[in-house]
């Protein structure tokens, strides 16, 4: 790997008329987010230029989405995100409860500090002035990035954790709401799975099914969002990706942010799932929702 030759091969694919957009995916799909840094630093070195500056002056629409996804560092991509989904038209609950429900506590703790960095207010302030009632309450939770990240199973905890559930919501009119919320939110993933087995002894039902009977809306989403993530998170990640492109239309968002954000981290899990899910491969589903250089880098970053 060589940050120059990498930086001078941009320049080239940019420079004079027309652009070259097949050797920009080429180059920038085949490093990873440390060496598409260190290209960015040597591209401003050695040819006196800002990458991102120019990219986004000759790309546009989602391919250039995408390309500028690809250039920003991990953390700082997922604070651009929740900034977007917070502060754009409208807010979009799928994306906050996406990233909150999904990213490790250290992940979380990075995301807040530089979220404060680069906004001057906190996440949790802005999660706090832009929902509202329970759920507002379920992303301050998981945005704290508090929960136990041990492996311990509290036998006799996860018997009394499965009770509170049922008697939260299945057993009585009306739902706790907060009963779930404290215990989704907060234990450990071994003692989550361990209760979910115990709960479906009590309930005779699986958990998500009496989440989505006692809930609704995004309170719903956002508490079945933690229970797919404790329970296969390439699962999740698959069930995204599939929801984003079946039917009408494509949700883009949601599409570039998934490829983006799991390409190097798990795609190879998140494509077997979404075969196993759906029984057509992630790939073929990309191919057949989206075209141009869109596509390409989609297909690129998607492997195989």
């Not at 500056?53 to 651009?80: A, C, Q, W």
């Not at 929902?131 to 945005?143: E, I, K, N, Q, Y």
């Not at 990706?241 to 949601?254: A, E, N, R």
């Not at 250089?293 to 492997?303: E, N, P, Q, T």
Request: with cysteine; hydrophobic share 40%.
């Amino acid at each position: 790997f060589s940050a120059e030759q990498e930086a001078q091969a941009l320049r080239k694919a940019m420079k004079g008329l027309g652009t070259d957009e097949d050797a920009i995916i080429e180059t920038l799909t085949k490093l990873n987010v440390s060496q598409r840094q260190q290209v960015l630093i040597t591209y401003k070195s050695t040819i006196g230029r800002d990458l991102i500056d120019d990219l986004k002056s000759e790309l546009s629409g989602n391919f250039e989405r995408v390309i500028i996804g690809l250039m920003t560092p991990t953390t700082m991509y997922d604070v651009h995100e929740l900034r977007r989904a917070l502060k754009g038209a409208g807010t979009d609950e799928g994306c906050l409860i996406e990233i909150l429900a999904s990213r490790t506590n250290a992940e979380i703790r990075h995301i807040n500090e530089n979220y404060k960095l680069q906004y001057g207010s906190t996440l949790e302030d802005d999660i706090v002035s832009d929902t509202s009632s329970m759920f507002r309450r379920v992303l301050v939770s998981l945005a704290t990035g508090n929960r136990d990240e041990g492996t311990f199973v509290d036998e006799a905890l996860a018997q009394q954790d499965a009770q509170a559930l049922y008697e939260a919501g299945e057993k009585k009119w009306g739902t706790d709401e907060v009963q779930f919320m404290s215990i989704l939110c907060t234990r450990n993933r071994c003692h989550l799975l361990r209760v979910f087995d115990v709960y479906r002894v009590i309930a005779n039902k699986d958990i998500t099914d009496s989440i989505k009977s006692e809930m609704s809306g995004d309170l719903e989403d956002a508490l079945l969002a933690v229970v797919k993530c404790m329970r296969n998170k390439p699962a999740y990640f698959a069930e995204r990706l599939y929801k984003s492109m079946k039917g009408l239309g494509t949700d883009d968002s949601t599409l570039i942010r998934v490829m983006v954000s799991r390409a190097e981290i798990d795609m190879l899990y998140i494509r077997r799932e979404f075969l196993a899910m759906y029984g057509k491969s992630l790939h073929s589903f990309i191919k057949g929702d989206c075209s141009g250089d869109y596509r390409k880098v989609l297909l690129r970053l998607c492997g195989g």
